[in-house]
């Protein structure tokens, strides 16, 4: 299992290569919440969301016969541009395979600005695992899997040891969990700069796969996958159960609209671009489900990238020619 | 006229009340422009936007005698809510008089949020001199002018020191211009910080006063006004014509369709909320006018206030009960 001294190996060895992220508050905030809560923002890490973290340390551990023949993973949106920034920083070749169902503006960043080959596949867990099994049949590619992988998690847990080592002691660290890469290197961070950090996990209740695997003491999964939160619709797997088990106190679920509220408080008052998954953890803090007044509360916002077409779209109708 | 020591008297005299903005980066737009370019995101300033320096400043300079009185301003949106939430932190009563067209998160956040008396009039300059003249008549209230006051200058000013003094020495330094206060706080610090600095004012092409006012050598009006840049629609005073004619040595104007490309890239790119306003500069360095290569380039994003009203209905009408 990953220790706390393979995440301080990790934040050496992609420290000048990710970009380190502000820790934002808000005075508003913490006086309705009664607390303090400092927001790690990784919607302003490169590209747009923590995942580029573990890319960067899995891709600089490659041997020279894996560099050589490249690397390839299966990804909605996120971790594609990650693996893809990543592996042309490292100068290899990367592969991603999408469902067709991914944001548009997650599929451009992936082909157009990082330069990935991107293959689209059929919308379903299985055909993505298909075919990225057959291309690394035929090209001998390195799988990067989105968490089921040590590396991917020391590298995420590398945001909240960036986070404790400029705000300090915590009480509570929020950080949201769809496969558990971020949420099991979260908690692993925590417990190694300091035991007693709570660190809870949040997720939303249409896809409540995580909270019902820590209840059930085995990896559930969920009937319908249909969440505005799309970068968390993925399962737990034995190894980010095993590190959530052990290391995190429980699982908040939230609903839509408190996703959504969430999200909105965010653009509106803190004025940072923050996407649905992002938001669930703050979602999860104002849902009042755990009694926070009077504590210091860390927050990991995971990502930005949403596509704002429409919304541009509207604001370009409004403008004359000049 | 203001000097470089009053913006540092104002620095002290603001500091622990106004937020100290991050400075934002992105590798992408450096290597895009060529340059080094630094964002001072008053967008993240109490308020959303820069106005709370020059507003906090000058009511914390008031006599007893017209702190028991109260303040009063009109505005279009940003310097209502800096001199709302400037009043109720120094404990006096605020009046502002707003244009029945502002944006309605401006006017809530005005009234609601920061707890002023907000007066709406017609949409004229001429009916809200009239009627805040009424109200000075009738209350004596001390009127706090959006940027006809060497205070706000001052305060303002604010901004563009805290960045030299992050970021250290610039070649060009942007900043809007719409009244010209900000523009002429940013001149006479970028000036008494290192009087090389070249410092250009950035407006939209179809409210281009400031610039005609430039070359004409007087105050010049607009026969429109009309740009989705709304915070940028008044024209200079004397008073900070004077200051931006010795001190800045052009202004760009950029048409609405730059302007939009600008805050685009702000909010996909680099996960900010801008108001269109505070988008103008970066639309100004993109526009090609100045040649900027090889140098280190600030811009001041002035604020991050816009009406996200459209955007989460959309949204809203996309989520599923849960």
């Given at each position: 299992m990953v220790t706390y001294n393979d995440i301080l190996a990790a934040q050496q060895r992609i420290a000048g290569v990710i970009d380190k992220t502000p820790?934002?508050?808000?005075?508003?905030l913490n006086a309705r919440v009664g607390a303090e809560i400092f927001f790690k923002c990784?919607?302003?890490?490169?590209?747009?969301?923590f995942k580029f973290r573990g890319a960067f340390n899995t891709v600089s551990?490659?041997?020279?016969?894996?560099?050589?023949r490249g690397v390839i993973t299966h990804s909605s949106g996120n971790h594609a541009q990650a693996l893809a920034l990543a592996a042309r920083t490292a100068g290899i070749k990367a592969v991603i395979v999408m469902p067709k169902w991914s944001p548009l503006v997650k599929v451009n960043a992936t082909r157009d600005t990082y330069g990935a080959e991107v293959v689209l596949c059929e919308n379903t867990i299985e055909a993505r695992h298909q075919t990225t099994a057959q291309l690394i049949d035929r090209h001998g590619y390195t799988l990067v899997h989105p968490y089921d992988n040590d590396n991917i998690i020391c590298?995420?847990?590398t945001a909240a040891v960036e986070l404790l080592q400029e705000v300090g002691d915590l009480d509570f660290l929020f950080a949201p969990v769809g496969g558990g890469g971020l949420l099991s290197g979260t908690a692993l961070a925590a417990r190694g700069f300091s035991p007693h950090i709570k660190v809870y996990g949040s997720e939303p209740r249409l896809v409540d796969d995580a909270s019902r695997s820590l209840e059930a003491g085995q990896i559930m999964t969920n009937q319908q996958i249909d969440s505005i939160a799309d970068g968390l619709?993925?399962?737990l797997c034995e190894r980010t159960f095993a590190i959530i088990r052990l290391n995190v106190e429980d699982i908040v679920t939230v609903a839509e609209e408190q996703i959504l509220g969430a999200m909105r408080w965010l653009w509106e008052r803190m004025k940072m671009v923050v996407e649905p998954s992002g938001a669930v953890s703050l979602a999860a803090v104002l849902s009042g489900q755990v009694p926070l007044a009077g504590h210091r509360i860390g927050i990991?916002?995971?990502?930005g990238n949403i596509d704002l077409d429409g919304f541009f779209t509207l604001l370009q109708g409004k403008i004359k020619k000049s």
């Open positions: 820790v934002m508050t808000s005075r508003t990784e919607n302003f890490q490169r590209i747009g969301a551990q490659l041997s020279p016969e894996e560099r050589a590298g995420a847990g619709l993925t399962n990991i916002i995971s990502g």
